[in-house]
């Protein structure tokens, strides 16, 4: 009676890959080119910018802050976080749906102003940030008016 024996056989080489990348990472391409078409509008451009501002301006607000220190405080605290400058607030009255108030936050005085928009959930429990948009333009030209006043005083 002749008896086999098993073949072992190997698991292919496998390259090590970090989940976890720490460190600079560099891209396989340049950051422009990653980022811009080489037929990018400069308005374009412009819009990505204040993204990544209001970004940063959405990760500095505290939903602790909303329900400790209310809505105005919250959304100011959030902007001196950011480096931006609390402006306003008001209730949206159908400005934006489904929001109960509406903060105007300047992130930017430089090109006329960057405006970013941070509004309170109906029921008062949520706050996001956003960008302005043509049913709110009517509140950034108020706002453009109301950063050249204050920069007259």
Known sequence: MQTETPTRTTAPAVAHVNPLKIGPQRPSQPPEAAVEPANADVSEITTRALSLELVELELALDPDDLAEHGFRDAVRDAAATAGAE????????????????????????????????????PDGDRINAMEPGPETGGLVQF??????????L
């Open 86 to 121: 609390y402006l306003f607030d008001l209730p949206a009255s159908g400005l934006v749906r489904d929001a109960q108030r509406i903060a105007v936050v300047c992130l930017s005085r430089e090109e006329g102003g960057q405006f970013g928009l941070v509004l309170l959930s």
């Open 143 to 152: 706002a453009k008016a109301f950063v050249g006043v204050l920069e007259k």
